[in-house]
């Protein structure tokens, strides 16, 4: 896996460090750091700072709170990142070689895979990474570096950072550029000097080293001067530290004792604090319990008046009793004509209500059977914010008249019972739906419905919120108002159902659990219908009725639409059964009451809705198709009413039906986005506005009638029993005086009571005497806290004076001390740079110096390659003569081949053997500069001549260890010199090498090259020689 990662680097010398950045791994050789992403940091060095994002050009920012693990020093730096398309570009860098680092963290992708984020790194247009994916390396929130990236940079020249997306976008977090050592292959030759400007190596003679030593000496000696001063400079700063950091802790321990004298004055003043509010809760206290006895004591008072005079007027009553029994036979014949008018006024009473009852439904009947009232809602916030307005007309409202702005100027007019306006409350829409309550509790069927599209307000008017109640509350807290005002001559029992007809399923919203039954209507032996397994709450008043349906109500289906977001999805049918019984002459009623809240009746185009809700809605609009069948059939007065085609019908069929009355709400909306669901709504209600069911019917139980003649008995019974009730007045009499004795009793009783409240007045005063000396002696006491508190408020600026006056001497004498060591550290900095500018001076002169020397020693070669040449002439004529000796000799054949060998050699051999007393840095420069090696050979000939006979030896240890350094050194100069001219130094230099064989020294440097195999000749040479 390391292999793989490693081979998405393309360039050798970069590699990866799989952890944060640690500030240990920075030396003098950091440039510059930039946060990428991010703004600027400090490091824990000082001389480290990490920059604010610059240099770049395009990306985008993105940060993270996340734990980067591992992240080293600075977790900050890879908690941001510039990621996008993006590049950076550093200007203004010293020409050389750099070290470019690159740092980054996965902090988006976290969760992975591996491959979301993969993309290309170059630098100067060269791909350094290829397919670099940071997650499949380390993963998610952890750090990764890709350091050593060598960069060369020439003049004018900037450092590009380009960034290539594969997939996903590229990301870095942090870069630093750090400057590079030299290589190896760039090390300039110690030997010679590399110029600044062209870079070409220039040969350093012995006395510009010597000069150039003399001067580093100086300037090292200058060096060590302004350390010294330097760090006597810093002593003297740390010293002027020492005594401020002194002054601080002596200052902070002040401050220490004045926040404990500060302290402590506190406390005292909270213990007085505390002293004062128990003396006023005891005066507060003291205070109540005066007021209360006397009012106590007042109230007492007025009792007793009263009890008095309860006893004067009762033992007038009792008078009066007594003085009455003699006439008690002409009361017992006036109450008996009194119960006998009472029943005669109880028989035209029932008579009268019977007459108004068949009034109140005459009246309703002749406004019709079936009344429409129209509703219409306020526009809303959203439809507002949109642009939306309002196109209903209200101006025939009072008329029952309302107007639709189709188009411009054209209108559309309906009539119905009632409009209201969007001003007008739940009140007012219930006061007109009232009576219907009442013919309820007379017993008639009634319906009571509302319809409209969805978002009209069907649900808040039937239903309302808890501030604002709908119909459904309002109509039961009447019936149990009528019930409760009725009850002397009527009871009632009010049961409540609660259903919802969904996807034309009936289902029960009060059943405890669900259940797999099919709930479906029945018509019962009596005609009415009903559904069989339906739970039927009883309910004796609104709490109950009212806990009942919130539980329906939440049970109930809804969804969401385009129309809106918490859409009825079904239609809610809440039926109240009332039982009447008259309590006068024993008729019975059942009664149904239906409160419908239908689902939206808005088109399927207009929802937007698929699967289930389309399937919802469907159902929905066919149960809403098939009321309008049964109003269209109503309306024509046909023979055939669909009742069955739908459950909501079929529920509906006793309040539908033409014995009973019915109440529908139309909902609208004034938006003109909803225009046609407005006009579809309205056109439908005036349809069912002009059904005429005909006149209601009172659901009387005939079962009842049987028992009237029963209930007749029971009521002559009573009036047998009103003649026991005159035997009771005698007991009742009794009865009178008994009370009387027990009255005087109670006023003894509180004679006693006012004794001891006397008593206890009189401890209370004393109780309030002595906190009257306890306020005496807690005043003294606070007297004497106050005193001591002035004396320490006193101690306390005295102390803060005398603080303030010390602080001003220390800050005054330190701030003396800064700036002296201000003064010292400016005349520190002035000399500094003054020494650097000399430095400078220096360096220019020793650059002057060096190049007049060239200068000379350029015109001193031209005369010494002329004498050269003179030599090498010299040494020709010697060639031919010794050959010429050579003629005749024994070794001749032997000496011939060794000429040949050495021939092959003497490149190397002649380029050592030259340079006895001259460094090898010497010959590379002249070569460099294009001088002939001839002249170099000549001049190492004349030396040689005149001392190697002299130093055998060390000519010898020379020739090897140069005939190395030679080796070492040839290929690069090979490069630099034309081939054929190479070719023409070499047999120039082979010839002159055969005028030293005439030398012994020559003959040991060839064996010794050869091995131990030439010893013979070795000697055989030095034979000859002789």
Same mark, same amino acid.
């Given at each position: 896996?390391?292999?793989?990662?490693?081979?998405?680097?393309?360039?050798?010398?970069? =590699?990866?460090? !799989?952890?944060?950045?640690?500030?240990?791994?920075?030396?003098?050789?950091?440039?510059?750091?930039?946060?990428?992403?991010?703004?600027?940091?400090?490091?824990?060095?000082?001389?480290?700072?990490?920059?604010?994002?610059?240099?770049?050009?395009?990306?985008?920012?993105?940060?993270?709170?996340?734990?980067?693990?591992?992240?080293?020093?600075?977790?900050?730096? @890879?908690?941001?990142?510039?990621?996008?398309?993006?590049?950076?570009?550093?200007?203004?860098?010293?020409?050389?070689?750099?070290?470019?680092?690159?740092?980054?963290?996965?902090?988006?992708?976290?969760?992975?895979?591996?491959? /979301?984020?993969?993309?290309?790194?170059?630098?100067?247009?060269?791909?350094?990474?290829?397919?670099?994916?940071?997650?499949?390396?380390?993963?998610?929130?952890?750090?990764?570096?890709?350091?050593?990236?060598?960069?060369?940079?020439?003049?004018?020249?900037? $450092?590009?950072?380009?960034?290539?997306?594969?997939?996903?976008?590229?990301? $870095?977090?942090?870069?630093?550029?750090?400057?590079?050592?030299?290589?190896?292959?760039?090390?300039?030759?110690?030997?010679?000097?590399?110029?600044?400007?062209?870079?070409?190596?220039?040969?350093?003679?012995?006395?510009? #080293?010597?000069?150039?030593?003399?001067?580093?000496?100086?300037?090292?000696?200058?060096?060590?001067?302004?350390?010294?001063?330097?760090?006597?400079?810093?002593?003297?700063?740390?010293?002027?530290?020492?005594?401020?950091?002194?002054?601080?802790?002596?200052?902070?321990?002040?401050?220490?004792?004045?926040?404990?004298?500060?302290?402590?004055?506190?406390?005292?003043?909270?213990?007085?604090?505390?002293?004062?509010?128990?003396?006023?809760?005891?005066?507060?206290?003291?205070?109540?319990?005066?007021?209360?006895?006397?009012?106590?004591?007042?109230?007492?008072?007025?009792?007793?008046?009263?009890? %008095?005079?309860?006893?004067?007027?009762?033992?007038?009553?009792?008078?009066?009793?007594?003085?009455?029994?003699?006439?008690?036979?002409?009361?017992?014949?006036?109450?008996?004509?009194?119960?006998?008018?009472?029943?005669?006024?109880?028989?035209?009473?029932?008579?009268?209500?019977?007459?108004?009852?068949?009034?109140?439904?005459?009246?309703?009947?002749?406004?019709?059977? /079936?009344?429409?009232?129209?509703?219409?809602?306020?526009?809303?916030?959203?439809?507002?914010?949109?642009?939306?307005?309002?196109?209903?007309?209200?101006?025939?409202?009072?008329?029952?008249?309302?107007?639709?702005?189709?188009?411009?100027?054209?209108?559309?007019?309906?009539?119905?019972?009632?409009?209201?306006?969007?001003?007008?409350?739940?009140?007012?829409? @219930?006061?007109?739906?009232? *009576?219907?309550?009442?013919?309820?509790?007379?017993?008639?069927?009634?319906?009571?419905?509302?319809?409209?599209?969805?978002?009209?307000?069907?649900?808040?008017?039937?239903?309302?919120?808890?501030?604002?109640?709908?119909?459904? @509350?309002?109509?039961?807290?009447?019936?149990?108002?009528?019930?409760?005002?009725?009850?002397?001559?009527?009871?009632?029992?009010?049961?409540?159902?609660?259903?919802?007809?969904?996807?034309?399923?009936?289902?029960?919203?009060?059943?405890?659990?669900?259940?797999?039954?099919?709930?479906?209507? !029945?018509?019962?032996?009596?005609?009415?219908?009903?559904?069989?397994?339906?739970?039927?709450?009883?309910?004796?008043?609104?709490?109950?009725?009212?806990?009942?349906?919130?539980?329906?109500?939440?049970? !109930?289906?809804?969804?969401?639409?385009?129309?809106? &977001?918490?859409?009825?999805?079904?239609?809610?049918?809440?039926?109240?059964?009332?039982?009447?019984?008259?309590?006068?002459?024993?008729?019975?009623?059942?009664?149904?009451?239906?409160?419908?809240?239908?689902?939206?009746?808005?088109?399927?185009?207009?929802?937007?809705?698929?699967?289930?809700?389309?399937?919802?809605?469907?159902?929905?609009?066919?149960?809403?198709?098939?009321?309008?069948?049964?109003?269209?059939?109503?309306?024509? %007065?046909?023979?055939?009413?669909?009742? !069955?085609?739908?459950?909501?019908?079929?529920?509906?069929?006793?309040?539908?039906?033409?014995?009973?009355?019915?109440?529908?709400?139309?909902?609208?909306?004034?938006?003109?986005?909803?225009?046609?669901?407005?006009?579809?709504?309205?056109?439908?209600?005036?349809?069912?506005?002009?059904?005429?069911?005909? *006149?209601?019917?009172?659901?009387?139980?005939?079962?009842?009638?049987?028992?009237?003649?029963?209930?007749?008995?029971?009521?002559?019974?009573?009036?047998?029993?009103?003649?026991? =009730?005159?035997?009771?007045?005698?007991?009742?009499?009794?009865?009178?005086?008994?009370?009387?004795?027990?009255?005087?009793?109670?006023?003894?009783?509180?004679?006693?009571?006012?004794?001891?409240?006397?008593?206890?007045?009189?401890?209370?005063?004393?109780?309030?005497?002595?906190?009257?000396?306890?306020?005496?002696?807690?005043?003294? %006491?606070?007297?004497?806290?106050?005193?001591?508190?002035?004396?320490?408020?006193?101690?306390?600026?005295?102390?803060?004076?005398?603080?303030?006056?010390?602080?001003?001497?220390?800050?005054?004498?330190?701030?003396?001390?800064?700036?002296?060591? &201000?003064?010292?550290?400016?005349?520190?900095?002035?000399?500094?740079?003054?020494?650097?500018?000399?430095?400078?001076?220096?360096?220019?002169?020793?650059?002057?110096?060096?190049?007049?020397?060239?200068?000379?020693?350029?015109?001193?070669?031209?005369?010494?390659?002329?004498?050269?040449?003179?030599?090498?002439?010299?040494?020709?004529?010697?060639?031919?003569?010794?050959?010429?000796?050579?003629?005749?000799?024994?070794?001749?054949?032997?000496?011939?081949?060794?000429? &040949?060998?050495?021939?092959?050699?003497?490149?190397?051999?002649?380029?050592?053997?030259?340079?006895?007393?001259?460094?090898?840095?010497?010959?590379?420069?002249?070569?460099?500069?294009?001088?002939?090696?001839?002249?170099?050979?000549? %001049?190492?000939?004349?030396?040689?001549?005149?001392?190697?006979?002299?130093?055998?030896?060390?000519?010898?240890?020379?020739?090897?260890?140069?005939?190395?350094?030679?080796?070492?050194?040839?290929?690069?100069?090979?490069? #630099?010199?034309?081939?054929?001219?190479?070719?023409?130094?070499?047999?120039?230099?082979?010839?002159?090498?055969?005028?030293?064989?005439?030398? *012994?020294?020559?003959?040991?440097?060839?064996?010794?090259?050869?091995?131990?195999?030439?010893?013979?000749?070795?000697?055989? $040479?030095?034979?000859?020689?002789?």
């Amino acid at each position: 896996m390391e292999d793989a990662f490693d081979s998405m680097i393309l360039v050798s010398g970069p =590699s990866f460090v !799989r952890s944060g950045l640690k500030e240990q791994a920075f030396g003098d050789d950091l440039v510059m750091f930039v946060n990428a992403g991010g703004c600027e940091i400090q490091g824990k060095d000082c001389r480290i700072k990490f920059r604010g994002d610059a240099h770049f050009l395009g990306g985008d920012i993105i940060e993270t709170n996340e734990i980067i693990a591992e992240s080293g020093d600075h977790p900050l730096l @890879y908690q941001s990142a510039r990621y996008g398309d993006f590049r950076y570009m550093f200007d203004n860098l010293v020409p050389g070689d750099y070290f470019v680092d690159l740092h980054f963290a996965e902090i988006v992708n976290t969760n992975g895979p591996k491959g /979301i984020r993969v993309f290309n790194i170059f630098v100067q247009e060269e791909k350094i990474l290829s397919s670099f994916d940071i997650y499949a390396i380390v993963g998610a929130n952890k750090p990764l570096q890709l350091v050593d990236i060598r960069v060369s940079v020439m003049h004018n020249q900037a $450092v590009l950072i380009r960034f290539e997306g594969l997939c996903g976008s590229p990301t $870095v977090s942090g870069i630093c550029i750090r400057k590079a050592p030299v290589s190896t292959a760039a090390m300039i030759n110690p030997e010679l000097h590399l110029c600044t400007k062209c870079a070409t190596e220039i040969e350093v003679s012995p006395i510009q #080293k010597k000069l150039q030593s003399k001067n580093i000496g100086q300037y090292e000696k200058k060096i060590q001067e302004l350390t010294n001063e330097c760090k006597m400079k810093s002593d003297e700063c740390y010293e002027a530290w020492m005594s401020l950091t002194d002054a601080n802790q002596k200052l902070q321990n002040v401050t220490m004792e004045l926040d404990n004298i500060i302290f402590q004055n506190e406390t005292l003043e909270r213990a007085v604090g505390r002293e004062m509010e128990k003396f006023k809760d005891v005066s507060d206290k003291y205070k109540k319990d005066k007021k209360l006895w006397s009012s106590i004591i007042n109230n007492l008072e007025k009792k007793i008046k009263a009890i %008095k005079e309860d006893h004067t007027q009762l033992s007038q009553e009792a008078h009066d009793c007594a003085n009455s029994i003699p006439n008690l036979n002409n009361m017992t014949t006036a109450i008996q004509a009194l119960v006998a008018q009472s029943e005669d006024l109880k028989v035209k009473y029932s008579e009268e209500m019977g007459k108004r009852k068949r009034l109140f439904n005459q009246l309703q009947e002749t406004k019709g059977n /079936i009344r429409v009232f129209c509703r219409c809602r306020p526009l809303s916030k959203e439809e507002i914010s949109s642009g939306c307005h309002a196109i209903i007309d209200f101006d025939a409202a009072k008329d029952g008249e309302i107007g639709i702005m189709a188009s411009g100027t054209t209108k559309k007019s309906f009539k119905f019972d009632r409009v209201y306006m969007p001003k007008d409350n739940q009140a007012d829409v @219930y006061a007109d739906a009232s *009576p219907f309550v009442t013919s309820v509790l007379d017993g008639y069927n009634v319906c009571i419905f509302a319809y409209g599209q969805t978002g009209t307000g069907k649900t808040f008017t039937m239903e309302g919120n808890e501030n604002n109640r709908g119909v459904n @509350y309002r109509t039961l807290e009447e019936l149990f108002k009528i019930a409760v005002e009725r009850k002397d001559t009527i009871s009632y029992s009010i049961s409540v159902s609660v259903l919802e007809v969904y996807n034309e399923q009936i289902r029960d919203l009060l059943a405890t659990s669900p259940s797999n039954k099919k709930l479906e209507v !029945r018509q019962a032996a009596e005609g009415f219908h009903h559904v069989p397994g339906m739970v039927e709450a009883k309910v004796e008043n609104m709490k109950e009725a009212w806990n009942v349906l919130q539980a329906g109500s939440n049970a !109930r289906a809804v969804g969401s639409n385009n129309v809106n &977001e918490h859409s009825s999805r079904s239609h809610c049918m809440l039926c109240i059964m009332v039982r009447a019984k008259n309590l006068m002459n024993g008729e019975c009623t059942n009664s149904k009451l239906w409160l419908v809240d239908l689902a939206g009746s808005e088109r399927l185009t207009r929802t937007d809705v698929h699967g289930e809700r389309l399937k919802e809605a469907q159902n929905i609009n066919r149960s809403l198709s098939a009321l309008g069948d049964v109003i269209s059939a109503l309306t024509s %007065k046909s023979s055939h009413i669909p009742y !069955r085609n739908s459950k909501l019908t079929h529920l509906l069929q006793d309040s539908l039906g033409g014995d009973s009355k019915a109440l529908m709400f139309v909902q609208i909306s004034p938006s003109d986005n909803d225009m046609g669901e407005t006009v579809s709504s309205l056109t439908f209600a005036s349809r069912v506005r002009g059904v005429e069911l005909g *006149p209601a019917k009172r659901q009387v139980d005939t079962v009842e009638q049987q028992k009237m003649k029963q209930m007749l008995d029971k009521v002559r019974q009573e009036s047998r029993a009103k003649d026991e =009730s005159l035997r009771k007045l005698e007991e009742n009499c009794q009865h009178l005086e008994n009370k009387l004795k027990e009255k005087e009793q109670q006023c003894r009783m509180l004679q006693e009571k006012n004794k001891d409240l006397a008593s206890q007045l009189t401890s209370n005063a004393e109780i309030q005497s002595q906190l009257d000396r306890k306020q005496c002696q807690l005043m003294e %006491k606070l007297n004497g806290k106050e005193e001591e508190f002035m004396i320490l408020q006193q101690k306390v600026k005295d102390t803060e004076q005398r603080l303030k006056e010390r602080q001003l001497i220390e800050s005054a004498s330190l701030q003396e001390k800064v700036k002296e060591l &201000e003064f010292k550290l400016n005349v520190q900095s002035h000399s500094e740079i003054a020494a650097k500018e000399k430095v400078k001076e220096l360096e220019c002169q020793l650059k002057e110096r060096l190049q007049f020397q060239l200068t000379l020693e350029q015109k001193v070669k031209e005369p010494e390659s002329k004498l050269r040449e003179q030599k090498e002439l010299d040494s020709i004529s010697l060639f031919h003569s010794a050959d010429r000796s050579r003629i005749g000799t024994p070794s001749e054949a032997k000496g011939s081949s060794s000429d &040949e060998s050495t021939s092959d050699t003497d490149p190397h051999i002649l380029r050592s053997s030259t340079s006895i007393n001259r460094p090898v840095t010497g010959r590379v420069s002249i070569l460099h500069k294009g001088v002939s090696p001839y002249g170099i050979k000549r %001049k190492g000939e004349r030396e040689h001549r005149s001392g190697v006979l002299a130093d055998d030896t060390e000519n010898h240890s020379v020739f090897s260890s140069n005939s190395v350094d030679n080796n070492k050194t040839e290929p690069n100069r090979s490069r #630099k010199l034309d081939q054929a001219k190479a070719y023409g130094r070499i047999t120039r230099t082979s010839k002159v090498v055969t005028t030293h064989k005439l030398f *012994p020294h020559s003959r040991i440097k060839k064996d010794q090259q050869t091995g131990g195999g030439g010893v013979k000749e070795k000697n055989k $040479v030095r034979g000859w020689a002789r």
